[in-house]
C-alpha cells in the first residue's frame, strides 16, 4: 500500500473518531426543547437502539471475521471506528427534540454545573493516556506500515485509573451524559438509552476479554471494581512473577 493511502486512511479514521464525538458533547450540553411527545420520544428509542445494534453487532467475532475477509485484519478496526462515527452522526443529525425540561439552572449553579462538565471531559481523554490509542482507533498497524515497522502486538497493561476501576472511561462518559446545567427531556431520554447501552456493552467486553485474556483478567477482575474506583491503586505483580492476587 502505498504511503499517501496509509496517509489518507489514519485521517479518515481520526476524523470519524474526534468529530461526531466532539458534536455529542455539544449535543448533550446545548440540548434545547422542542415540540416532540411520544412518536418523537418513539422515534428517538428506535434510532437510538438501531445504533446501538450495529454497533455490538460490528463488534461481535463473526463480523470481524467476515470484515478481515473484505478489508484484511488490520483493516477491520480503523473500519469499525469510521462506520460508529459515521452511524453517531447521523443519530444525532435525526435525533428529534422533546417537549419539557426536567431541570434548568441559572446563575453560580449553571457554572459549577459547566464545569463540572468540563472536567469530566478533561478526565475522559486523560484517560486515553493508558491505552494506546493507535490501536484503539485500528491505525497502530498503519502507523507503524509508514515507519516501516512489522505489526506490534497489544500489551494489557493496569495503569493510571485502570488501577481503581476496571472501565473509567465507561464511567466518566456516564457522568457525561447525565452532569449539566439543563436536562430537557430529549436528553433526558438519549442519556438513559446510552447509559443502558453502555451498561449492557461492558457486560459483553467483559465476557470478551475474559475468553481473551484468562487468568490474567480474573486476577484483575477479583481485584478491582467495574464501576465504583478502590480508594487505591491495585499493583499487579511485578513480571516473571504471579499476578497479586490481594485487594
Request: aromatic share 14%; hydrophobic share 45%.
Amino acid at each position: 500500500m502505498r504511503t499517501s493511502h496509509i496517509s489518507l486512511i489514519i485521517w479518515v479514521v481520526r476524523f470519524f473518531a474526534a468529530v461526531p464525538l466532539l458534536w455529542m458533547l455539544y449535543f448533550l450540553h446545548f440540548s434545547e426543547a422542542g415540540v416532540g411527545g411520544r412518536p418523537e420520544a418513539t422515534y428517538n428509542a428506535v434510532l437510538l437502539l438501531s445504533w446501538s445494534a450495529l454497533h455490538s453487532l460490528t463488534a461481535r467475532d463473526v463480523s470481524k471475521a467476515f470484515l478481515s475477509r473484505l478489508v484484511g485484519s488490520g483493516g477491520v478496526r480503523a473500519l469499525y471506528v469510521v462506520v460508529s462515527g459515521a452511524t453517531l452522526s447521523a443519530l444525532l443529525y435525526f435525533w428529534r427534540p422533546m417537549a419539557g425540561v426536567l431541570w434548568t439552572t441559572e446563575g453560580t449553579l449553571y457554572w459549577l454545573l459547566t464545569l463540572g462538565y468540563i472536567v469530566t471531559i478533561i478526565a475522559t481523554f486523560y484517560t486515553t493516556r493508558y491505552i494506546d490509542m493507535g490501536e484503539f482507533l485500528g491505525i497502530r498497524t498503519h502507523l507503524r506500515a509508514l515507519k516501516n515497522k512489522p505489526p506490534k502486538s497489544p500489551v494489557f497493561c493496569v495503569e493510571g485509573p485502570y488501577s481503581y476501576c476496571r472501565h473509567p472511561m465507561y464511567l466518566l462518559c456516564i457522568v457525561i451524559l447525565w452532569i449539566g446545567p439543563t436536562m430537557t427531556y430529549g436528553r433526558l431520554e438519549f442519556a438513559l438509552l446510552a447509559t443502558a447501552y453502555f451498561l449492557v456493552g461492558t457486560f459483553l467486553e467483559e465476557r470478551n476479554l475474559g475468553a481473551e485474556l484468562g487468568k490474567v483478567y480474573e486476577v484483575y477482575r477479583e481485584n478491582v471494581p467495574m464501576w465504583i474506583p478502590r480508594l487505591t491503586p491495585w499493583r499487579c505483580a511485578p513480571r516473571g512473577s504471579e499476578p497479586n492476587q490481594s485487594v
